[in-house]
């Protein structure tokens, strides 16, 4: 069955589109998430078209071969890995942007579309395309879209999802669906779009994507705020909002991860900050009204100190410090990285009790985040090679989630779910919630073909 499945499947692709041999199959068994486990794939297919990617999803069904797609592979939950006997599905091939149009403000894109390429070729057409996952210049369109991905800036201008406006999906028959629409209005039927953005290849195949676009933005002024607690900083962060400031962007840094950043790259930041909070307007001529109420809010929430970027070049400078985070934090050992997010009122709280899980496990945790929109990074480092500090690192990662539960908030803000938290969705959705996310999956999937073993428990 096995050998006739790939001859079948070879029939229908370009020579060089499907890979069995393990020594090129091994790097697509698995994302960024090493705390997960990855299986054996029985081979990875590298489609260009639709149609090649209906013929492999055909030929998957009448064999019964699960199929597990992936994009750059940056993804922190495990998602795209592979399980034993798929195919892996790799669309970086599909990367191709078949549109810009500034009437409408959309572009059409295929998923292997590289996110910092989409964003560079829009800027050319005076365009911008808004979410921006610290790992742009390597994610793809379809795994952002796979995730529901956020970023830097969508404290204001919000996560993938509300820049989708409709997708060419092919389903596990091989079936080719178009959910959506092109204008900015509409509400025919029930929204297939929002219910894919986010399922993280399980219920289906994007091929096509047609995405919001917004006007360039505006001149923005950055500016960092030294504190000598994280909740300070943190409280200045609730303020900055509850006052409403529509910062483009309102970042978090704690010590240890200020000071990882700093020894991984010499960046300009203050190695005895206590926590440091960046915020930006891009806002041109009223950034700096805008940059200047943030610090004063900082003032008054007890910063120490307050530094204003003098020109585009600073402001890119801490932004790209703020990027390096994933890096910095991986010299330091392995990392589980956690996404929690809680209502921003309880920010001081869940870092409160971060605090405590490091020190009851005995576990080092740095916990960078979103702050402006409740959505932090707490990132469980743990040497290499040592089994009783990875177990009480996994023990500090659940920690983490069940505190970020009991505190009203979510177990992913913008990484899904993968394998990684699969245990813990049940949890959050609850008895009904959860019958109702797999009675959806039987509809699209009756074969449990697509990326088995993810998101649900």
């Given amino acids: 069955m096995v050998d006739a499945a790939l001859a079948e499947l070879a029939a229908g692709l370009p020579g060089d589109a499907v890979l069995t041999d393990p020594a090129s199959t091994d790097a697509y068994r698995h994302d960024q998430a090493g705390f997960c486990p990855a299986g054996t794939p029985l081979a990875v297919v590298r489609p260009s078209t639709t149609e090649q990617v209906r013929h492999v999803m055909r030929v998957a069904t009448a064999h019964r071969v699960p199929v597990v797609p992936q994009g750059a592979r940056t993804g922190l939950s495990g998602a795209a890995n592979a399980v034993d006997g798929c195919l892996v599905l790799s669309l970086t091939r599909m990367d191709r942007i078949l549109e810009i149009d500034p009437v409408d403000q959309v572009a059409v894109v295929e998923p292997g579309v590289v996110n910092a390429a989409l964003s560079r070729a829009v800027a050319a057409e005076g365009?911008?395309?808004?979410?921006?996952?610290?790992?742009?210049?390597?994610?793809?369109?379809?795994?952002?879209?796979?995730?529901?991905?956020?970023?830097?800036?969508?404290?204001?201008?919000?996560?993938t999802a509300d820049f989708v406006r409709g997708l060419e999906v092919v389903t596990a028959s091989g079936e080719l669906l178009r959910t959506g629409r092109r204008p900015a209005k509409g509400v025919a039927g029930y929204d297939l779009t929002r219910l894919l953005v986010g399922s993280e290849g399980t219920l289906g195949v994007v091929t096509r994507a047609t995405l919001a676009l917004r006007p360039v933005p505006e001149a923005a002024l950055t500016i960092a705020a030294v504190f000598g607690s994280a909740a300070d900083a943190l409280t200045a962060a609730a303020r900055i909002m509850a006052a409403g400031l529509r910062p483009s962007l309102l970042e978090f840094l704690d010590s240890p991860t200020v000071r990882a950043i700093q020894d991984y790259r010499d960046m300009g930041l203050p190695g005895g900050a206590r926590a440091l909070l960046l915020a930006q307007s891009d806002r041109g001529p009223r950034a700096g009204e805008d940059v200047a109420a943030m610090g004063r809010v900082c003032v008054e929430a007890g910063a120490?100190?307050?530094?204003?970027?003098?020109?585009?070049?600073?402001?890119?400078?801490?932004?790209?410090?703020?990027?390096?985070?994933?890096?910095?934090?991986?010299?330091?050992?392995?990392?589980?990285?956690?996404?929690?997010?809680?209502?921003?009122?309880?920010?001081?709280?869940?870092?409160?009790?971060?605090?405590?899980?490091?020190a009851e496990y005995g576990v080092r945790v740095c916990c960078p985040g979103h702050v402006g929109d409740g959505n932090m990074h707490p990132t469980v480092v743990f040497d290499r090679g040592d089994p009783a500090a990875a177990e009480r690192a996994g023990r500090a990662f659940g920690a983490i989630m069940r505190l970020g539960l009991s505190l009203g908030g979510t177990i992913t803000g913008e990484h899904g779910v993968g394998v990684l938290k699969r245990d813990w969705l049940a949890r959050e959705l609850g008895p009904l919630g959860t019958r109702l996310h797999r009675d959806i999956k039987a509809v699209f999937d009756p074969l449990g073909i697509l990326n088995p073993g993810k998101v649900l428990p």
């Fill in 127 to 159: 365009l911008h395309y808004p979410p921006d996952p610290s790992s742009w210049e390597l994610s793809t369109i379809g795994g952002n879209i796979a995730t529901n991905a956020g970023g830097l800036c969508c404290v204001k201008y919000g996560v």
């Fill in 304 to 358: 120490l100190e307050i530094a204003e970027a003098s020109d585009a070049a600073e402001s890119a400078m801490l932004m790209e410090a703020r990027r390096l985070v994933n890096p910095a934090l991986e010299k330091l050992g392995v990392t589980l990285v956690d996404d929690v997010a809680v209502p921003r009122a309880r920010l001081p709280v869940l870092l409160e009790g971060i605090t405590g899980i490091s």
